[in-house]
């Protein structure tokens, strides 16, 4: 079993930055491909980024390409997610998933995940 728990989340100005934590325990997050999502206020969740089990390969939305950055640190079981150059329209909730540990997951697709974090607010003001 995976618990995860997102932190770092707030209120920034429009072209500023922030960095989302997400930690877990229970179990390490090594093996494990993480993610994170997110919700704006009255739509659909949608993927925002992943990493794959390894760190090797990062996959971003195009909305968020060049801007975000996913990182994990397997040793303190985190994944954080870096925010640059943020705008309002990145406002939402923001949750971290994990997969069970699969070699070959669609990465983008939130049905490739089993774990998930109950999510941590950002809200950019213009």
């Known amino acids: 079993q995976v618990r995860l728990v997102e932190s770092g989340g707030g209120w920034v100005q429009a072209g500023g930055s922030l960095r989302v934590s997400c930690t877990a325990s229970?179990?390490?997050?090594?093996?494990?491909?993480l993610a994170w999502f997110r919700q704006p206020p009255g739509k659909e969740q949608e993927f925002v980024t992943g990493i794959s089990w390894n760190g090797r390969d990062t996959y971003y939305a195009d909305s968020v390409k060049g801007r975000f950055t996913i990182s994990r640190n397997d040793a303190q079981d985190t994944v954080y997610l870096q925010m640059n150059s943020l705008k309002p329209e990145d406002s939402a909730v923001y949750f971290c998933?994990?997969?069970?540990?699969?070699?070959?997951?669609?990465?983008?697709?939130?049905?490739?995940?089993?774990?998930w974090g109950r999510g941590t607010q950002v809200t950019v003001s213009s």
């Open positions: 998933a994990a997969d069970g540990g699969s070699r070959n997951i669609a990465a983008s697709r939130s049905t490739s995940y089993i774990y």
């Open positions: 229970g179990r390490t997050l090594s093996g494990l491909n």
